[in-house]
């Protein structure tokens, strides 16, 4: 059973700092792309960040110079440091795993994260 736990959300201020970590079992963890999208309430769900099983990474424009992604896969866990946090940045943070040739696709439950003073 594949299983993806997001953890590390959370109330914070503005232009402080969150770590997300997602650890995932059931996958053969160093195949698969790893992607964080978030969901903001009344808006569809987007890419935030997605770091290939290569190790190239990719982010989304409201995600550049602030955001980090990483991956460790001795411990099968993504992680994305959020730096600089805007109450924009607030929605439910989802992890997924992905893997192109096999078409197969991944979810965690998601992570509240909240931007506010």
């Known amino acids: 059973q594949v299983q993806l736990v997001e953890s590390g959300g959370g109330l914070v201020q503005p232009g402080r700092s969150l770590r997300l970590s997602c650890v995932a079992s059931g996958i053969i963890f160093s195949g698969y792309d790893m992607n964080w999208y978030r969901q903001a309430p009344g808006k569809q769900r987007e890419s935030v960040a997605t770091i290939t099983r290569g190790g190239s990474t990719n982010y989304a424009d409201s995600a550049k110079g602030r955001f980090t992604i990483s991956r460790d896969n001795a411990k099968n866990t993504v992680y994305l440091e959020m730096n600089s946090l805007k109450p924009e940045d607030t929605a439910v943070y989802y992890c997924?795993?992905?893997?192109?040739?096999?078409?197969?696709?991944?979810w965690g439950q998601g992570t509240q994260v909240t931007v506010s003073s």
């Open positions: 997924n795993a992905a893997h192109l040739r096999l078409g197969r696709n991944y």
